[in-house]
């Protein structure tokens, strides 16, 4: 079959290869070593192993992999980004292996490598109209704005990980060690969100002292406070967001989206891959 | 000398002890056991050494020696606080030997236990009118509105810990590794901070990576950006605040107090606090 191809998606933790014919995936790898663990010099000898095991077969690469600590930087194209763009500004390793570049916004400054390619493959894959509000929640929240199928504007917000610093090295660590649930205190952590963050999240050690809120609820509360924070700055009232995400991380962000009065609508973000490698393999041929 | 007294300053890490006679102070002890450091039952033995050392008289524990992990737990008084609420709420160990109580907020919710000796101290030794805005900046940086000479309205903000956590936890540590200067970067981040925190901090990283900020500055953007968002959301333009503060963190609240259009005064935080402490001591009397 000549359109069958290897896409791996190759971050910075872990790594996932799929062999793909005509966007449908035949065959893929269980989760690989990602860019930190990766020993300088050994890409090639992964790449070949890869190559093995799929087939010998064009290669798209996808994520950190194309990062100053992955196998070659390949250099970020400025928003508007689209699959065209992308495709028109691989880098090139050799004849039939390339990375595909991440997306800068130089006036903000902003950065991504990786959701370019899910959020783009969403609209591939006909799941999201070409204009339209994308949300990636993790660690660092992807938030993003398509415009005729492109990626115009994004930010990064570091909701993820403030709430991890938060849980496992602040002086909130010990209200914090509950579960955080789709709960009335995740609402109430949400409706909190006017005041300044910095004053807020002392509030929760505040209310433990005081004895007005039961630690087993301050995780709820500190998430709704974070991610509430997070979705009212995107101005998100009267539109859909299209959300990428796990099921549980995916559900606070729709609640929080619904308080402020927006909608949320979930898309799978593993076949998004796919489509979106898919798509720019096809301006290659 | 009949009102000569004991004041302590009994702190989470460290403990400082003054012999006071009409205000001022004859002799004082080099740093002793913060109360995270003490093991339980072992206050008396404490409180008796420092008689022995600094003289057999009436003795007042301020701060965390208070707190549940303190000696004895000292009820908070509810703002309004003033000197002679304090006085009159005192948690008697013995005849002689007492706990001031911690000032609360439980409309907010907010705790502070310790800085309301220095805060209403400076304005018993005349150095802050009796209504006026005081800030005493830290790991967890207290606001406070004065009215009448007493505390009416507090704010706790966990500037300093946020900053912390960001250094020495955070995907932003390697960019953070540099001293924090009052410069044209800190400058700089106090003039971002009309955009939201979660995003801007990201910011510092991709500013990074995209080669526009060299890393030596970044540090005190990340600083500016903090402190300029605690001091802009306590909307001080056209107004004094009066702060207690060393001189290296004084300086960079000054300046983004400066730029927010307010304007900063210096208070000596170590004065205070024995001025507070005789006040309430005179009231006992």
Known sequence: MTNEFIAVDWGTTNRRAYLIANGAVLASEAAGPGVKSMPQGAYEVEVAGIRQRLGELPML????????????????????????RLATHLCRIDGCTAIVPGVADRNRPDVMRGEEVQMLGAVAAGLVPPDAILCQPGTHCKWATLQDGAISRFTTTMTGEIFALLKDHSLLGPQLAYPVMDDDAFAEGVAAVGEDLLAALFRIRAASVLGQRK?????????????????AARQVAGRTVHLLADPVLGQLYARAITIVGGQANFIDSKSVFVAGAAAIQGFTR
Chains 1, 2 share one sequence.
């Open 61 to 84: 690469l996808v994520g950190m992999v194309g990062s100053t600590i992955g196998w070659r930087e390949a250099p970020y194209i400025d928003a508007p980004a689209s699959i065209a």
């Open 215 to 231: 630690d087993i609820a301050a995780a709820s509360f500190a998430s709704g406070l974070l991610i509430g924070s997070d979705v």
